[in-house]
């Protein structure tokens, strides 16, 4: 009896991947952005901190150990060599707990790995657990904000405090920022911080997550006009489908400073994603994913139309290689998006000698 996989590759993911993404996609990539943790590290978060996120990743994947990410690039290119890029998901219970199993898995496959930060570390702490991890950076969340912020004002600095970017600008190690506050990325305090972090901390590898959560084009308002001032930050695309926001980027920053992320395991979800009021909604076949009638950026389809959906993420790469296609880059431009890039500033972060 053949063994049973992660989950189910159908004809329409072959046909589709086969179509659109095959000869698109370089032999070798790097995936900047990927979750790692174990069931036994999960935990219902306090209600302040669930009111600070969104709830349908969780639909997804009870755990994605090592073993789960390396089988899921195995279902999904077949034909490409992908290293990630990971660190821990959501801290919901113990933070020295899910940075030791990254460590640990990232060890033993050779995975470049970041540290789940904690504002309340001082610089010299931050500094000893990522270099006695062998980490190449930190990744935090808006959620380890101090609690008293009310959620729909919480900055950049406030889980990512100055006293830590010091630190990181001194090794030029990486930062990967998930942006906070209901505006996204046209947020002005948002823009605001993240140029005060490029123009303070100069050395500081800093990746904006999602296109900075432009999912929608309502999201972007002045952005691009405001970024196209930067010259060090990158932008990755994970969980993003917007093929609009994802030309503005090119044409913006460049294909030197995108990079390929997919956020796994939560785009191994099949779904399409689309626009409704401004908000984004993941369409996905009906009752796969429990009971989403309360979440407002959860829809279903039915029937034949539930049966042409692929992955998040394979209709995520294909809204990058449209935006590719209609702002001209070339082979060696989609190289650096998907692998290069990231080799460069993973390169980067390592210790000298």
Not at 22 to 44: C, E, G, K, N, Y
Not at 137 to 148: D, W
Request: with cysteine; net charge positive.
């Amino acid at each position: 009896m053949p063994k049973k996989t992660l989950f189910e590759i159908k004809d329409v993911d072959r046909a589709f991947y086969a179509e659109k993404l095959q000869s698109f996609l370089p032999d070798r990539m790097i995936d900047v952005h990927t979750h790692l943790w174990r069931t036994a590290h999960s935990a219902r978060i306090s209600a302040n901190a669930a009111s600070r996120v969104v709830s349908w990743p969780g639909r997804v994947a009870k755990e994605n150990p090592a073993e789960h990410l390396i089988e899921t690039y195995s279902l999904l290119f077949p034909d490409k060599q992908v290293t990630p890029l990971v660190f821990a998901s959501l801290p919901a219970q113990n933070l020295n707990a899910i940075n030791s199993y990254v460590r640990s898995a990232a060890r033993s496959c050779g995975f470049p790995s970041l540290l789940f930060s904690d504002p309340r570390w001082s610089g010299a702490e931050l500094e000893r657990r990522i270099g006695s991890g062998g980490f190449l950076g930190i990744k935090s969340y808006l959620t380890m904000a101090p609690q008293y912020i009310p959620g729909k004002e919480i900055r950049i600095l406030d889980f990512f405090p100055p006293h830590q970017l010091e630190i990181l600008n001194a090794h030029r190690w990486i930062l990967m920022l998930h942006i906070p506050r209901d505006g996204r990325l046209k947020d002005p305090v948002n823009l605001g911080q993240m140029l005060e972090i490029e123009e303070r901390y100069p050395r500081v590898q800093v990746v904006i997550a999602h296109v900075g959560r432009a999912y929608c084009a309502g999201d972007v308002g002045n952005a691009f006009e405001v970024l196209a001032r930067t010259k060090r930050m990158s932008f990755d695309f994970s969980a993003n489908t917007n093929a609009q926001v994802f030309e503005q980027l090119i044409e913006t920053v460049g294909p030197k400073r995108i990079l390929f992320g997919s956020d796994l395991p939560i785009t191994r979800m099949r779904m399409r994603r689309i626009e409704r009021d401004g908000r984004y909604v993941n369409l996905v076949p009906k009752g796969m994913y429990g009971d989403v009638s309360a979440d407002p950026n959860m829809g279903e389809l039915s029937g034949r139309d539930a049966e042409a959906l692929t992955f998040f993420l394979y209709e995520e790469i294909d809204a990058f290689r449209i935006a590719a296609g209609k702002t001209g880059l070339s082979r060696r431009d989609v190289a650096n998006v998907f692998c290069d890039n990231a080799r460069r500033m993973i390169e980067a972060a390592m210790p000298m000698g």
